[in-house]
């Protein structure tokens, strides 16, 4: 079905005479060894952040979990001003809440300065509604996120030395939660 899709997409740009977008994002997403030679064809292919987005969005998709989150990483970190609209594109096609979370966070860190970082996050956020995910920004410019009120941190698998961060997306919780603020709960 990728292989499908990949042609599809780059017989469409072809057929369009429009196939020279992004060859440098495609290039360093190789480099960085998130996706294969074929798959960069069709963000070689985009002529537009938003055709970039759903490229990306397209290979998300098909990936697993840890996969989803290098390829929205290393495709921020190459083309940083379609940066809200691939963590947008990405999170919406989750499979489930964590894996949003997941995404946002990695789009989040992804994302250079604060001002990128704030933007992404409220971009992840929104598309990730449907799972109850909130998304934010930690002081230390970490992605941070929270699940219907499940407190996530921005270290991987909140390995020791990582702060944990309690979260809250204006969503009660069970326990009455609820209010829209990030702050640093402990430090481990």
Known sequence: MRKTL??????????SGQA????????????AGVVTAEQAQAIAAATTDEALA???????AAASPEQA????????????????????AAVATARDAETAAAIGKAAVD??????AKEAVASAATAAAASFAVSV???PD????????????????????????????????SGTGGGG????????N
């Open 136 to 138: 934010g920004v930690s």
């Open 180 to 187: 829209g603020s990030s702050t640093p709960a402990s430090q």
């Open 69 to 88: 989150k290098a390829i929205v990483a290393a495709a921020i970190q190459a083309a940083p001003q379609a940066a809200t609209t691939i963590a947008s």
């Open 6 to 15: 990949t042609a599809f997409s780059i017989a469409l740009a072809l057929a």
């Open 54 to 60: 759903e490229a990306v969005a397209a290979l998300v």
């Open 20 to 31: 020279m977008a992004d060859q440098a994002t495609a290039d360093k997403m190789v480099a």
């Open 141 to 172: 410019g970490k992605g941070v996120a929270s699940i219907a009120g499940v407190s996530t941190d921005s270290a991987q698998g909140g390995s020791p030395g990582g702060t944990t961060t309690t979260t809250t997306g204006g969503i009660p």
């Open 110 to 115: 992804a994302a250079q300065g604060q001002a």
